[in-house]
């Protein structure tokens, strides 16, 4: 026994150190939560495994295992044998897979929609064929048809066919029977066989879905109509109506596939973003060859290849530019509507648009590692994750179809006791029809659906949302906190004001002066002054001599000019006179500006401004926070004077300044022990622990430095407005994925009542099962109908 | 009531009874591994 526990123990240790693998198996099939619950069940299951997550959107079961305990191979066995399909995956670039899901998708509907119709028109055939059976006249003996929607096509069709097809009224009742037998037996067979096929392995393993219910259902009306058929004196003998269900079995069928194929439609609808997405990806680029330009397939392009785009071209690939400048459209990534101006040294995304001049660049990042497909696979992701919220439905779906069968007997029982006149017949159309209203589709599609258009729809707009749970907890969210540099301000250091004290010189000649000693000094405001005398046409280079005041600033010589650039301290020490410039010292520190002094030969020339300029959208986005009722908190390392000038500026009231990386992670655990929901917004990168700690990490990109897999959330532009859209964008996405569980819940709770015939001793309403397969059906295509409403929703509006 | 009234009660009795066992009690004890599936895999290898 103590042999047997240490060799467990062993082995336990021995997997902890093993390394695993993670691997994406396509699986085909599956059309509901219980499918899902199965494979994944199924995949936990098997050795070797340690974590299996399946997904019924994005149709991948995701499994985490030891390959020296098993195989991929092994996955795909245990999948079929569940009744469902499965492939090995196939080495290919994340754009591809995407264009085969849609394909797949894509043949998936026209099957079942040639099924549908098919089934549909022999539906109507069987309809036809028997109303004669139907009539009084039929079995003069019997009482009408007790299907209350029959009884009522038989009354109002049956002029109709008599006077159309009087010969059918001719033939033998037995022969039509017969007839209409082979007919729902040949549909059966070829438009229900995934329907009893995936019913019977499901049984095989204990357990039931969605095929489970429709099977039974349409089983149990065939059997009792074939029965009716073959010994119809049996029943009559019995008073029984000989009563067949042929054309009931067959709508059913038809209309389940009319409702599944509406749902594989709308499904490959809510990938629309994503479709948009892969579909950015040319197939061909330019590059420049000695030869000259030669077009190359997109796979053929290496690192470092010069690459050639003229106006109007998408760009193949990312990369930076090398000669030539131009305006891109870069709104399918980031959503940002105006063309960016790109010059020399830029940085250019893949898939987007070069709006008017022509340029040359260097490939960079290319295939799986460039920023489409990087967003491409991220979105995939997100768009198969469960939101919290499914669970309650996972809960439900879990144990449903058991529970259904067995109020289906009930129903069965109890009509069977209380009614006098054919009630083998009136206890077995309740059964029925509660068998087919109930079908957990709705449920199981209620979340995964909007959180697919959601996360599409925020990618469209340049926000990223990493999967279910970001969106449901950003959906929560009551406080936002703002870091200063970056996020609320450019993060970049800029001149805003130079003011010339010396009349000889010009307030450029000024800026020149401190770029030629700055030039070689390597600190932040340096790089400030040299960018902006740049930008303003300085052609002086760097001083001849150059020595740094760390704390101070520098001095030079430029030009035979001897250049003093820094703080009041470098200028006493330099004995310059600066008072010339004291008041305006006093009114730019009281904007929070850093200043720099210059002088030049020992008297004061000038003095320049440096700031970090707040961006466009940050005042408009922390307006639009608090008016959906969110607290704004500024959080920064810089000193109080500095943030509460910025938080004063964009509207912020509560600020917390002074505080190191490790201060922000605590400032945000602060706010949650208030039981605050608290998202973070920052850079991504100095501020990673603090955006782990928050309940949402909002990463704020700059265009191209995507640093999607950081965060639950990603805004690829870098606007703060983002951050708002994105929390709308999640209210709205939990508001449509609570109307649609309260509908597929309120659906089955009213539903199955129905059906049973509970309302038949108040109302006389009795549910034929033909329209509790319309209900079921139309309740799934209402589910994902409302999901997709949220493609038409814009969160730019706020 | 029908004498057949008390047959279809009882059956229908038996058979929730019999649909409940199948896939919750069984269906459990095989997810754990203690009912008909680890005998299925024992023997196949």
Not at chain 1, 287 to 302: H, N, Y
Request: aromatic letters at 6%.
């Amino acid at each position: 026994m103590a042999a047997g526990a240490g060799s467990v123990t062993a082995r336990l240790a021995a997997n902890a150190d093993a390394p695993v693998v993670r691997i994406d198996i396509p699986v085909s099939g599956m059309t509901c939560a219980a499918c899902q619950a199965r494979v994944q069940r199924t995949l936990v299951r098997q050795p070797g495994v340690r974590d299996a997550a399946v997904n019924l959107m994005t149709r991948t079961a995701s499994i985490t295992y030891d390959p020296k305990e098993a195989s991929p191979q092994e996955f795909v066995d245990a999948i079929r044998t569940t009744g469902y399909g499965a492939d090995l995956p196939i080495d290919r670039s994340i754009l591809e897979e995407q264009e085969a899901s849609d394909r797949a998708y894509a043949e998936e509907y026209r099957g079942l929609a040639t099924k549908a119709g098919v089934t549909l028109a022999a539906g109507v055939v069987a309809m036809i064929v028997s109303m004669p059976l139907m009539a009084p006249a039929g079995h003069a003996e019997m009482p009408p048809a007790s299907d209350p929607f029959m009884r009522w096509v038989s009354r109002s069709l049956t002029p109709i066919v008599q006077r159309a097809l009087p010969r059918l009224y001719s033939i033998d009742p037995r022969v039509l029977s017969f007839a209409l037998l082979a007919m729902t037996a040949a549909i059966m067979m070829w438009s229900g066989r995934t329907f009893y096929a995936r019913a019977w392995t499901a049984f095989r393993h204990h357990a039931a879905d969605m095929n489970t219910l429709i099977a039974v259902g349409t089983g149990a009306a065939f059997l009792f109509s074939l029965a009716a058929t073959v010994a119809p004196s049996f029943f009559v003998t019995r008073g029984v109506a000989a009563d067949t269900y042929y054309e009931a079995v067959i709508f059913i069928i038809a209309l389940v596939l009319v409702g599944n194929a509406l749902e594989t439609r709308a499904k490959r609808q809510t990938a629309a973003a994503l479709r948009g997405l892969a579909n950015l990806q040319p197939q061909t680029a330019r590059l420049e060859r000695d030869s000259g330009d030669v077009d190359v397939p997109i796979e053929d392009v290496r690192q470092g290849d010069v690459v050639s785009v003229r106006p109007g071209e998408r760009l193949p690939v990312d990369g930076e530019i090398m000669a030539g400048s131009s305006a891109v459209d870069e709104s399918m990534l980031t959503g940002e509507s105006l063309p960016v101006v790109k010059a020399v040294g830029d940085r250019v995304i893949g898939g987007t648009i070069n709006a008017t001049g022509a340029f040359r660049y260097r490939a960079t990042t290319l295939g799986a590692d460039s920023v489409l497909a990087r967003i491409v696979r991220l979105m995939r992701e997100a768009q198969g994750t469960r939101a919290p919220v499914q669970r309650l439905a996972d809960r439900v779906s879990a144990v449903f179809v058991p529970i259904v069968i067995s109020l289906a007997i009930a129903t069965f029982a109890i009509w069977y006791v209380a009614v006098d006149t054919a009630p083998a017949v009136r206890a077995f159309a309740a059964a029925v029809a509660v068998l087919v209203i109930a079908c957990p589709c709705a449920m199981g599609l209620a979340v995964p659906t909007a959180v697919m258009v959601a996360t599409g729809k925020g990618a469209e707009l340049g926000v990223l949302i990493k999967g279910g749970e970001a969106l449901q907890r950003a959906g929560s969210l009551d406080t936002v906190v703002l870091d200063k540099t970056g996020t609320v301000t450019e993060g970049r250091p800029t001149v805003t004001d130079v003011v010339s004290y010396d009349p000889d010189r010009a307030d450029v000649e000024i800026l020149e002066l401190a770029a030629a000693v700055e030039r070689r000094s390597e600190h932040p405001l340096a790089a400030a002054i040299v960018t902006s005398a740049d930008g303003s046409g300085s052609t002086l280079g760097a001083a001849e001599s150059f020595e740094s005041y760390p704390g101070r600033g520098v001095t030079g010589v430029a030009n035979g000019i001897a250049v003093a650039a820094g703080n009041p301290r470098l200028m006493a020490e330099w004995a310059v006179d600066t008072s010339a410039a004291s008041a305006d010292v006093v009114r730019l520190a009281a904007e929070s500006k850093t200043i720099v002094l210059v002088a030049a030969d020992g008297r004061l020339a000038g003095l320049i401004a440096i700031a970090d300029p707040i961006k466009a959208g940050s005042r408009d986005a922390v307006t639009a926070l608090r008016r959906m009722g969110l607290d704004v908190v500024l959080l920064t390392g810089d000193s109080d004077v500095v943030a509460r000038s910025v938080a004063r500026a964009v509207g912020i009231e509560r600020v917390v300044a002074g505080v190191l990386p490790e201060g922000k992670v605590a400032e945000v655990r602060r706010l949650q022990e208030e039981r605050r929901v608290v998202a973070m917004v920052g850079d991504g990168v100095n501020d990673a622990p603090a955006l782990a700690q928050a309940d949402v990490g909002m990463a704020i990109g700059s265009g191209t430095d995507v640093a999607i897999e950081a965060s639950d959330v990603t805004l690829v532009r870098g606007d703060l407005r983002g951050v708002a859209q994105a929390v709308a964008l999640s209210r709205r996405t939990m508001r449509t994925m609570k109307q649609n569980l309260f509908w597929a819940f309120v659906y089955n709770v009213v539903g199955i009542p129905v059906a049973a015939g509970l309302l038949y001793p108040i109302a006389g309403i009795l549910l034929s099962p033909i329209l509790a397969s319309v209900a079921m059906a139309l309740s799934s295509v209402s589910v994902v109908s409302n999901s997709l409403r949220l493609r038409r929703y814009d969160p730019r509006a706020v | 009531m029908r004498p057949d009234d008390i047959a279809v009660v009882i059956a229908a009795i038996a058979a929730i009874g019999w649909v409940n066992w199948y896939f919750f009690v069984a269906g459990d004890r095989r997810a754990d591994g203690r009912g008909s599936g680890q005998r299925d895999r024992a023997t196949r290898s």
